[in-house]
């Protein structure tokens, strides 16, 4: 007898054996069944393929370089963005090349302490730039590094000889005893002797000008000068010293005039190649290439849109004598920080007593300070004879400031006077009047300002812009 096959039957337990084997072989590591979603592991890491970077390679999501693409199967991982993998970005990074996770910047310019050649910004190198990523500190002695990288302080004074600059020496004296404790801390006192118990030693009672140090010991003994700062050794402070380089030529002529073009650099001859009236052993800057905001040169305009600086420009006029107006007034100031440089500020004073005093000044917001050794140049869009009739004479002053500290000016109290550089000057490729100031301190504001002046009618001259630079003017 015929026995008749069910085939409808066999075709649906055949199918559902199938299915069966198909779910038991997705359990084997290349992909599982969860609810209605099918979810595949190519490279059985634990990490699914719709999240796995390297899909095809056995990784533990590790991302070095920060570029999206894991370890395991990144072909180029020298293009990282953190190359000292320290944490932060190259793009952020002040030492992109050298690994400080912190960002410790004591003198807030470009560049990290870790890998800036003068990292706290008083002129004076504590390491150099073996251009390949390191850095070799410099020794104090005998090669000049800095006694006090950390710690601004240009004179290097170094009381005891230890080495250790007395801006960051916890004992300047060398006694042994700290100075919060010592009660002559400038003067050499172990024993600490206080014979009438007014809680200052006997090392240092007998003190003249007050500094601390005891006449027998103090370079200046008539002056201030609790550092002893002594440029050219020769036992006299800088601060009463007449000659401060030693060089034979007093830095003041008797009327208090400068007389040495470089007073804190020695130069007999007192060359000044171009005229300007700053030594050749210490001009920082040639006037004849002198250019501001041109593509590659050193020195850039101070403007609210650089994100170093993110500057600011501010008018004064309380101290004009004759009130607001056409008179005495800073119009427009907000025009010397936009990216429109030939865009200016106007500024005019008159001042018929000698008592009307008016300032423009521009100034960084981000906690940036500029270097000490820099040239800045303030520009004009006045021929230079009206400059050098009218306003370099005395009525104009530039200063810089440090948290509203002033630091140095141009008028010869402080620092070099105003240079004039006419029309050699550049200001973004184009012939450009310059009223240049050189500085040996770090600032963070630059002002100009009308300051009384007897001969002084109806001054007025329109300012450009400030430039200045962001890393140190090195000799030219």
């Known amino acids: 007898m015929k026995t008749k096959l069910n085939w409808p039957l066999i075709v649906l337990v055949t199918f559902l054996l199938a299915l069966a084997g198909c779910q038991s072989d997705s359990s084997s590591g290349t992909g599982s069944v969860a609810g209605d979603n099918l979810t595949f592991d190519t490279d059985g890491d634990g990490i699914p393929d719709n999240e796995d970077s390297c899909p095809t390679a056995v990784n533990s999501g590790v991302d070095a370089d920060g570029d999206g ?131 200052v030693g006997d090392a240092c009672e007998a ?14 003994q008539a002056v201030v000068n609790p550092e002893q700062e002594d440029l050219d050794g020769d036992g006299i402070g800088d601060a009463c010293d007449d000659d401060t380089d030693g ?27 171009d005229g300007d ?18 593509s590659g040169e050193q020195f850039s305009p101070m403007l609210a849109s650089d994100s170093d600086v993110a ?74 004879q009206l400059l050098q009739l009218d306003l370099v004479g005395g009525a104009l002053v530039v200063r810089t400031l440090l948290n509203n500290e002033i630091q140095e000016q141009s008028d010869g109290g402080i620092g070099f006077d105003l240079e004039l550089l006419g029309a050699s000057g550049l200001l973004n490729g184009d012939a450009q009047s310059f009223l240049v100031f050189q500085t040996a301190k770090r600032f963070d504001t630059v002002e100009v300002s009308f300051d009384p002046s007897l001969i002084s009618l109806l001054n007025e001259v329109n300012v450009n812009t400030v430039c200045a630079s962001k890393t140190d003017v090195l000799m030219p």
């Open 69 to 199: 693409i894991d370890d395991a199967c990144d072909d180029d991982s020298s293009g990282s963005n953190d190359l000292d993998g320290d944490g932060v970005l190259n793009g952020v990074d002040n030492c992109p090349l050298v690994a400080n996770s912190g960002q410790e910047n004591v003198d807030s310019d470009l560049y990290g302490d870790v890998c800036d050649t003068d990292a706290d910004g008083d002129g004076v190198a504590d390491k150099v730039d073996n251009g390949d990523g390191t850095f070799t500190s410099i020794p104090v002695d005998p090669d000049g590094g800095d006694n006090c990288p950390l710690v601004s302080n240009a004179g290097q004074g170094d009381r005891d000889g230890d080495n250790i600059g007395n801006a960051c020496d916890n004992d300047d004296d060398g006694d042994g005893i700290d100075d919060e404790n010592d009660n002559c801390p400038l003067a050499a006192n172990p024993a600490q002797t206080d014979s009438d118990g007014d809680g």
């Open 277 to 294: 009236g700053i030594g050749d052993a210490c001009d920082l800057v040639n006037d004849i290439e002198f250019a501001c905001a041109t």
């Open 207 to 220: 003190d003249d000008d007050g500094d601390g140090i005891p006449n027998g010991d103090d370079n200046c």
């Open 247 to 273: 060089d034979g030529i007093n830095d003041e002529n008797i009327l208090g005039q400068p007389l040495d073009n470089c007073p804190r650099t020695v130069n007999a001859d007192q060359a000044d190649s």
């Open 311 to 384: 500057a600011v420009a501010s008018k004064d006029i309380s101290g004009c004598l004759l009130g607001l107006g056409l008179l005495c007034d800073v119009e427009s100031p907000e025009n010397v920080v936009d990216d429109v440089l030939s865009n200016f500020a106007t500024m005019r004073n008159t001042d018929l007593l000698g008592l009307s005093t008016i300032s423009l000044s521009v100034s960084a917001t981000t906690g940036f300070a500029y270097p000490g050794s820099n040239v800045i140049g303030v520009g004009f869009q006045e021929s230079p």
